[in-house]
C-alpha cells in the first residue's frame, strides 16, 4: 500500500490573477498536553549536573517541573517548563508549500496523527567513568550521538563535556480527563483535545530522549529524538506512568538516513497503518513510523519581551506573535496598501507581509535575560501567542539547539556570534566614504565622478551593477545575467578602473548564483548557462532536468552549491571579475532555491532552502580569503586591497561566511512595513541576531509607476534617507529598479550638496566606525544597536522600533522619517548617568529636578529636526563625542 503524500509543493508562478489578501497559512493548533512522572524514580526535588557550570532541576510541584540554570545563579531559570504540562510533543502531518518567484508560504494540511501527551519515566546523569562500563544508558547515548552533527563515535563522545544529562519517557496520544482548575485545561474546549489526539483511548505511543550536554561555558545544548511510532496500543498500556509492558518492550532509535528524495520520510517500509486519533479506524490509510513534527512548549513570562528572529522588517518585539522562519523575498509592500495590494493580485504572495524576510534566523533574546536558538536549518515556527508560554514547532522528526547564559544582552549576544560565527574586519576602504551606486557605462560614469569632485564628496567607490550589460525585457530594463565585462556599454573599462584607482577609488560590480540565457545578447562571449549545464552543476528539478526556475521576467538556473565542482567553477568566475579590477561586489539573491529543488546532495529541499544562502555566501567569501592568500607584493601586504561583498539574504550562521549585508529592496516610501521606517527597523533586528554589519539602500528600491498606484522616490525622502544612513556601517546609493522615476542624488544641486553635507558626516567618525567594526570582528556586536542592548532595564526603550537607535554606545541618532516633519521627540536614557549633547546646537540634554528620579529611566524631548540637521547626539564628555565634533567643525559642517 502506498503511503500518503506527506509534501506536497504547488506552484504558482504563471497565474496572472490572485487573491490580493492572501489568508494566513494554515497551522497546527497550540498544543496542550499533560506531563505525568514515575514517582517511585522522581518522588521529590533533585538536581542532576550538566557538565561543570549548569544544572537540571526537577521538582514535583504541579505535577512536574524541569529547568535549567547556571551555576553562577543557581536560582535564575534560563528555560523551564510549564508544571503538569507536557514539554515535548510529536505528530504527523501532511506539509504543503506553495511557491511564486522567490516567495514562499509552508502550512499544515492534513493532521493525520498527535503525540500530545508527556511521560517522564527517568532522568539519567552519565559521568565520564561511565564511557568504560557500557551501560544501557551509555549504549543509548551512543546511539543517540551517532546522528548527531558534531558526533558519532566514542572518540567523539569522549570530547564531550561530562555529565551529561539524559531524559527519557513517553509520548501518547491519549487525554486524560483535565482536573477542575488545573493550570490552562480549564479552559479547553474537551472537542478539540477529541479532535487532536484528544480521544480517552490511546491509539499512537513514542519513546523519546531528551539529550543535555554543556557546549561552552556559558551555552547547554539540547536534543531530542524518538522512538518508532506504535499504534493501537491498549489503555491498560498507557505510558503515562512508564507501566511494565512498556518497560520490557525493547525500542530502537530512528535510523536517521541520508534523504535523496523529495519526501520528508523513507519510502514504503518506513510506514504502518494506524488509527485516527478521533477513534475512527480507516484502513485506507499508510502512515510514517516516524514524526515529521517535533513541538517544545516552555513557560514565558507575562511581561517578557522578545527581540532577534533575524532581520526583521516590520517589528522589533514579538511577544504575541507567531514567528516563521523561513528565507524567501521580502515583499512588495507587506502589509502596506494599496501596493502589497496590487502586488498579490498580479503575483501571488509577492506583497509579502509582516513576518517575510531574506535573513531569519531560529534565535532570540529576552528581557527577563533568556536566549535560545535552534541548529540545523529546518523549517520552524516560533508561537510566543499564549501570554504564559513559548511554543516552537520544527517541521522534522528531530530537534537540536542550545540555550544561552548571560546577564545582559550585550553578553548573550558575544556568547551566541563566538559559536555561530563573527563576520571579518572590514577593510577601512569600504567605510572610508560613499559608495556610489550607478548605471550607464563609461562616459555616464565619469560625468558623475567629476560633479562629485566638484562638491568634494569623499568616495569609497563606485559600484558598477550594470558592468554585464543591460537589456529591455516586459517589466524594464534588467542585467543580463551572465557574469563577464560587457566592453560595449563599458569602453575603455580599464582606464576607468585605473583613473578611479588613482584616487583611491575602488570599482564594485554585480553577481548572483543563477545564470540566464544569453542566446540573444549580441556581444557574449560565454554562455555561462550552457557550461553550467554541461557541467551539470545546476540545480534540478523532480524529473532529474535542469530547473529552470521563474525570476522576474525570465527563468534561469540556479548553481547546485552542494556539487563538488560548482564552487570551484564559480570562484573561476569570480577571479575573471577580480581580474577585471573590481574589488567588492553584491552577491544578490540566495533565497529563491524552489522547495520541490532536487540537490546533488540529495538533502531536504525545504531545510537545502533554508541553507543556500549560508552556502552561497561560503562560496563568495572562500574566494576572497583565498585570492588574499595568492596575492603578491604591495596587494598580499596592504589590507586596503582585500576584497569585500555584501549580500541579503541569510540564516543562523551567515554572520560568519558574510562579510557585509544590505537590507534588500525597500519601496521608495515613508510607509512602516516596507519603506524608510523598514529599513532602520531591519538595520536593529539585525543587529540583535548577530548581523553586525548591515545597511540599505539610500533612498529605498522598488519604484512603482503604474496608472493608479504610483511610487515614486521624492526629493525629500532621499535626504531623510541620506541622513539616516549616515549612521549606518555604509554609505551607499542604489539608483533604483526605475531610475527615471526616482529622484536621484544627481538631480539636482540641492541632491548634490546634502549627498556631500551627509558623505562628510560619515567620514566625521570613520576613527569610531573602524573602532566598531573590530569590536563586531571580536564580539559579533553591532554597529547600529536598538537602544535594548546598552539599556535593558529602562523599560521605556522596550517599545521603540524604528524611532531612534544608537551607534555603538556613544552616539544617538533621532531620524526624521515623516513626510513635511521637521521635529522629533527623543528619548534619553540615563541608566549610566550621561548627558547627551546636541551636535549641531551643543545643547545638553540631561536629568534635571522635574524629571522622574528612577535612575534606570530618562526622559523625552522634542527636538528641532529641519532637513540637513537630524537630531544626533553624542554623549557628554566622552572622547569619542569630542572628537565627531571636532571633525564635524574641521569638516564646516557645523
Known amino acids: 500500500m502506498a503511503p500518503p503524500t506527506l509534501l506536497?509543493?504547488?506552484?504558482?508562478?504563471?497565474?496572472?490573477?490572485?487573491?490580493?489578501?492572501?489568508?494566513?497559512?494554515?497551522?497546527?493548533?497550540?498544543?496542550?498536553?499533560?506531563?505525568?512522572?514515575?514517582?517511585?524514580?522522581?518522588?521529590?526535588?533533585?538536581?542532576?549536573?550538566?557538565?561543570?557550570d549548569f544544572q537540571l532541576n526537577w521538582s514535583?510541584?504541579?505535577?512536574?517541573?524541569?529547568?535549567?540554570?547556571?551555576?553562577?545563579?543557581?536560582?535564575?531559570s534560563l528555560w523551564s517548563t510549564i508544571p503538569g504540562e507536557a514539554f515535548v510533543s510529536a505528530a504527523v502531518v501532511e506539509t504543503e508549500a506553495e511557491e511564486s518567484r522567490g516567495s514562499f508560504v509552508i502550512q499544515d494540511g492534513k493532521i493525520i496523527s498527535i503525540c500530545g501527551q508527556q511521560s517522564v519515566e527517568k532522568i539519567t546523569v552519565i559521568q565520564r567513568s561511565d564511557i568504560d562500563r557500557k551501560s544501557k544508558d551509555l549504549e543509548l547515548l551512543s546511539g543517540i550521538l551517532q546522528s548527531s552533527a558534531d558526533a558519532g563515535s566514542s572518540e567523539k563522545l569522549k570530547e564531550r563535556n561530562f555529565p551529561i544529562c539524559l531524559i527519557t519517557g513517553w509520548i501518547f496520544s491519549k487525554k486524560k480527563a483535565p482536573k477542575p482548575g488545573h493550570g490552562d485545561h480549564a479552559h479547553d474546549d474537551p472537542k478539540k483535545y477529541n479532535k487532536f489526539g484528544g480521544s480517552r483511548k490511546p491509539s499512537l505511543a513514542a519513546r523519546y530522549w531528551v539529550f543535555l550536554d554543556q557546549k561552552t561555558r556559558f551555552q547547554v545544548g539540547f536534543q531530542v529524538k524518538f522512538g518508532e511510532v506504535v499504534h493501537d496500543v491498549a489503555a491498560r498500556n498507557s505510558p503515562r506512568s512508564g507501566g511494565r509492558r512498556f518497560?520490557?518492550?525493547?525500542?530502537?532509535?530512528?535510523?536517521?538516513?541520508?534523504?535523496?528524495?523529495?519526501?520528508?520520510?523513507?519510502?514504503?517500509?518506513?510506514f504502518a497503518a494506524l488509527s485516527s486519533?478521533?477513534?475512527?479506524?480507516?484502513?485506507?490509510?499508510?502512515?510514517?513510523?516516524?514524526?515529521?513534527?517535533?513541538?517544545?512548549?516552555?513557560?514565558?513570562?507575562?511581561?517578557e519581551k522578545?527581540?532577534?528572529?533575524g532581520v526583521q522588517f516590520s517589528h522589533m518585539e514579538f511577544k504575541g506573535k507567531r514567528v516563521p522562519i523561513l528565507v524567501q523575498e521580502q515583499g512588495i509592500g507587506r502589509g502596506d496598501q494599496p501596493i502589497t495590494f496590487a502586488a498579490n493580485l498580479v503575483s501571488y504572495r509577492s506583497g509579502g507581509d509582516w513576518s517575510t524576510t531574506y535573513a531569519p534566523s531560529p534565535f532570540y533574546m529576552t528581557t527577563k535575560m533568556r536566549s535560545l536558538y535552534l541548529e540545523g536549518y529546518n523549517y520552524s515556527v516560533f508561537d510566543l501567542t499564549k501570554p504564559d508560554r513559548v511554543q516552537v514547532q520544527i517541521y522534522?522528526?528531530?530537534?537540536?539547539?542550545?540555550?544561552?547564559?548571560?546577564?545582559?544582552?550585550?553578553?548573550l549576544i558575544e556568547r551566541y556570534t563566538e559559536t555561530i560565527g563573527r563576520p571579518p574586519r572590514l577593510p577601512n576602504w569600504i567605510i572610508s566614504g560613499a559608495v556610489v551606486g550607478m548605471q550607464g557605462g563609461t562616459e555616464a560614469v565619469r560625468h558623475i565622478w567629476s560633479q562629485l569632485q566638484d562638491y568634494e564628496v569623499p568616495i569609497s567607490a563606485f559600484w558598477l551593477q550594470d558592468w554585464v550589460g543591460q537589456r529591455e525585457t516586459v517589466i524594464g530594463k534588467q542585467l543580463w545575467w551572465n557574469w563577464e565585462l560587457d566592453d560595449l556599454r563599458y569602453p575603455r573599462w580599464f582606464q576607468l578602473v585605473n583613473d578611479l584607482r588613482s584616487h583611491n577609488i575602488k570599482v564594485m560590480a554585480y553577481c548572483n548564483p543563477c545564470l540566464a540565457l544569453t542566446d540573444d545578447k549580441p556581444n557574449r562571449k560565454r554562455n555561462m548557462l550552457k557550461e553550467a549545464d554541461h557541467l551539470d552543476i545546476l540545480v534540478k528539478d523532480r524529473s532529474g532536468s535542469t530547473y529552470m526556475v521563474p525570476n522576474t521576467a525570465f527563468n534561469v538556473g540556479m548553481i547546485d552549491f552542494t556539487h563538488p565542482d560548482a564552487s570551484g567553477w564559480f570562484k573561476k568566475i569570480l577571479k575573471e571579475m577580480v581580474d577585471c579590477g573590481v574589488r567588492g561586489w553584491m552577491a544578490d539573491f540566495g533565497e529563491g532555491l524552489p522547495l520541490?529543488?532536487?540537490?546533488?546532495?540529495?538533502?531536504?529541499?525545504?531545510?537545502?532552502?533554508?541553507?543556500?544562502?549560508?552556502?552561497?555566501?561560503?562560496?563568495?567569501?572562500?574566494?576572497?580569503?583565498e585570492w588574499k592568500s595568492t596575492c603578491r607584493g604591495k596587494e598580499k601586504e596592504d589590507p586596503e586591497e582585500s576584497l569585500v561583498f555584501f549580500m541579503r539574504a541569510g540564516f543562523r550562521d551567515s554572520p560568519k561566511w558574510g562579510m557585509l549585508f544590505w537590507e534588500g529592496d525597500q519601496m521608495v516610501s515613508w510607509q512602516n512595513n516596507d519603506g524608510i521606517k523598514s529599513s532602520v527597523v531591519g538595520l536593529l533586528s539585525g543587529g540583535l541576531s548577530g548581523f553586525a554589519f548591515n545597511h540599505s539602500d539610500i533612498g529605498g528600491y522598488c519604484a512603482v509607476n503604474l496608472p493608479i498606484i504610483k511610487y515614486r522616490r521624492s526629493e525629500e525622502l532621499l535626504l531623510r534617507w541620506m541622513e539616516v544612513n549616515a549612521f549606518s556601517t555604509v554609505f551607499r546609493t542604489h539608483e533604483g529598479n526605475n531610475p527615471s522615476s526616482n529622484c536621484q542624488f544627481y538631480s539636482n544641486h540641492r541632491t548634490l550638496a546634502h549627498f556631500a553635507r551627509f558623505a562628510k558626516v560619515y567620514k566625521a567618525w570613520k576613527f569610531y566606525r573602524v573602532q566598531l567594526v573590530k569590536e563586531a570582528a571580536e564580539k559579533g556586536l553591532p554597529v547600529s544597536r536598538h537602544l535594548f542592548l546598552q539599556y535593558p532595564e529602562d523599560e521605556c526603550i522596550h517599545s521603540l522600533t524604528y524611532q531612534q537607535f544608537l551607534v555603538g554606545t556613544e552616539i544617538l541618532v533621532v531620524p526624521v522619517l515623516d513626510k513635511g516633519k521637521k521635529n522629533v521627540k527623543a528619548y534619553f536614557p540615563f541608566g549610566d548617568g550621561c548627558s547627551w549633547q546636541h551636535i549641531w546646537s551643543g545643547k545638553l540634554f540631561n536629568r534635571s529636578s522635574d524629571h522622574t528620579t528612577n535612575t534606570q529611566q530618562g526622559f523625552e524631548a522634542w527636538v528641532e529636526s529641519p532637513i540637513g540637521y537630524p537630531a544626533v547626539f553624542v554623549k557628554h564628555g566622552s572622547p569619542v563625542g569630542e572628537t565627531f565634533l571636532k571633525n564635524l567643525r574641521d569638516l564646516n559642517l557645523t
Not at 397 to 410: A, C, E, W
Not at 604 to 614: G, K, L, M
Request: hydrophobic share 30%.
Open 247 to 270: 518497560q520490557s518492550t525493547r525500542w530502537k532509535l530512528i535510523r536517521l538516513r541520508k534523504r535523496r528524495s523529495l519526501a520528508w520520510f523513507p519510502r514504503a517500509r518506513g
Open 277 to 303: 486519533d478521533e477513534g475512527q479506524q480507516d484502513d485506507s490509510i499508510c502512515l510514517p513510523k516516524e514524526f515529521n513534527r517535533v513541538v517544545i512548549t516552555y513557560s514565558s513570562e507575562v511581561d
Open 306 to 309: 522578545f527581540y532577534g528572529f
Open 396 to 411: 522534522s522528526d528531530s530537534v537540536q539547539g542550545r540555550i544561552l547564559q548571560g546577564k545582559s544582552p550585550v553578553e
Open 596 to 625: 520541490d529543488a532536487k540537490l546533488f546532495s540529495g538533502e531536504d529541499p525545504i531545510s537545502a532552502h533554508n541553507r543556500y544562502p549560508e552556502i552561497w555566501a561560503k562560496v563568495n567569501r572562500e574566494f576572497v580569503d
Open 8 to 52: 506536497k509543493v504547488t506552484q504558482k508562478h504563471h497565474h496572472h490573477l490572485n487573491n490580493p489578501f492572501p489568508s494566513a497559512p494554515k497551522c497546527l493548533p497550540f498544543m496542550h498536553g499533560s506531563l505525568s512522572s514515575n514517582h517511585a524514580v522522581l518522588p521529590q526535588h533533585q538536581t542532576f549536573p550538566i557538565g561543570d
Open 60 to 76: 514535583p510541584r504541579g505535577g512536574g517541573l524541569l529547568s535549567i540554570s547556571h551555576r553562577s545563579q543557581p536560582e535564575r
